[in-house]
Nanobody, 117 residues
Framework: QVQLVESGGGLVQPGGSLRLSCTISRSIKNMLILGWYRQAPGTQRELVATITSDTSTNYADFVKGRFTISKDNAQNSVYLQMNNMKPEDTAVYYC???????????WGQGTQVTVSS
């Protein structure tokens, strides 16, 4: 059973920063895509950022210039550096991956991020 363990969530003031980490219990080196989604209360889960096996990245418009996704194959981990955070970034953040086109997506349990003064 593959596991994704997220950490780094918490409470931060507007304008502050947080770094989310997601460690996966298998090699991520050749995984097709890894990424982060988020879900605020009463809303649907939405894409935040993705990174592919060749380290190409993609960001939702609402985080461009503020968030950075990265990965460390040696640590089997994917990260989300969040800067200049806003109250509307408040949500549960989920890590996920898809190893290949024909394989299912796997999700972490989520980590709460709250941006408030």
């Amino acid at each position: 059973q593959v596991q994704l363990v997220e950490s780094g969530g918490g409470l931060v003031q507007p304008g502050g920063s947080l770094r989310l980490s997601c460690t996966i219990s298998r090699s991520i080196k050749n995984m097709l895509i890894l990424g982060w989604y988020r879900q605020a209360p009463g809303t649907q889960r939405e894409l935040v950022a993705t990174i592919t096996s060749d380290t190409s990245t993609n960001y939702a418009d609402f985080v461009k210039g503020r968030f950075t996704i990265s990965k460390d194959n040696a640590q089997n981990s994917v990260y989300l550096q969040m800067n200049n955070m806003k109250p509307e970034d408040t949500a549960v953040y989920y890590c996920y991956f898809r190893a290949a086109l024909i394989t299912p997506a796997y999700w972490g349990q989520g980590t709460q991020v709250t941006v408030s003064s």
